[in-house]
């Protein structure tokens, strides 16, 4: 059995059924698959999915053996816990609460929320209190029944770094709130801030749940293809290791114009387990 375990994001796949995107994480030899909810309708319905759609989804993962073990709410970019628009912010805490009761229905370990108080508009006093608000209600329910909710290091300054990230886990002081560092986009912060992004991932000791290995060039976070960018990869995974990460997940993007996204994910897989098996 290895050390670790290497997952992939759902988004790298086209919207194929749920049979045939696991078949096909399983064949490129991931371990488990993120699930999206990203901000389309499409994506935050399934935060409401009935009960016998949830029983027969975690029917299916047992089936093709091949498990959920973490969850991207990504629609908290759009509907920010901060937002000062009541119905956006109303609409977001309500999205993050189903999202972790899916979560532990369907056996999902992290909850990956976006390191926001608000991502369309400007932060300000306000929305940092409406946001410390909103986590409050979310820490304690992610207590209750025990699943990790992580911060993703995002791509402006409200908490584009880990040692940002930090400041947050100190001020929730839960084993519930934890970071869920994305290397890319704290490499792109270091590259303008003049820091440096493995410096700044040490100081997230202890606090690490789960890694996202994503490509970036300066001022662009998404859609860059591995190889592509300026991230190092090996050194990140160095300097995680070293801190007891032991859960990855390749992140990228299902790109129509390639022949064939199954090698894709296969080559993805391929990339980083060369260099975390070199650290078994």
């Known amino acids: ?96 609460r189903h999202a972790l009761a899916l979560a532990a229905d369907l056996g ?17 006093p306000e929305t940092v209190r409406r946001f410390t608000a909103a986590m409050e209600e979310l820490k304690a329910l992610a207590a209750r029944q025990g ?41 792109n912060a270091a590259v303008l801030h003049g820091g440096d992004p493995l410096a700044d991932l040490r100081l997230g000791k202890g606090h690490v749940v789960a890694f996202h290995l994503k490509e970036t060039r300066p001022g662009h976070f998404r859609e860059i293809p591995y190889g592509e960018g300026h991230v190092d990869f090996a050194g990140a995974i160095d300097t995680a290791w070293a801190l007891g990460v032991r859960r990855y997940v390749t992140e990228f993007w299902y790109d129509k114009n390639l022949p064939d996204w199954r090698a894709e994910l296969q080559k993805a897989r391929s990339r980083f387990t060369a260099l975390l098996d070199q650290k078994e």
């Open 1 to 96: 059995m290895r050390a670790y375990e290497i997952g992939l994001y759902e988004k790298a796949m086209p919207d194929v059924s749920w049979e045939e995107k696991l078949s096909a994480a399983k064949e490129a030899g991931y371990d488990f698959v993120e699930i999206s909810i990203d901000a389309s309708e499409d994506k935050i319905s399934r935060v409401y999915m009935a009960k016998e759609e949830r029983k027969a989804l975690v029917d299916l993962l047992y089936r093709m053996e091949m498990p959920l073990r973490t969850m991207n709410v990504s629609a908290l970019t759009k509907y920010a816990l901060g937002d000062e628009d009541d119905a956006i912010r109303d609409r977001g805490l309500d999205i993050a």
């Open 108 to 124: 999902v370990r992290i909850v990956m929320f976006p390191g926001y108080d608000v991502y369309f508009g400007t932060s300000t």
């Open 147 to 187: 699943t990790v909710i992580g911060f993703e290091t995002m791509e402006n300054e409200f908490m584009n770094t880990v040692e940002k990230g930090m400041t947050w886990v100190r001020r929730f002081a839960s084993p519930y709130v934890q970071l869920y560092p994305d290397i890319g986009n704290t490499t």
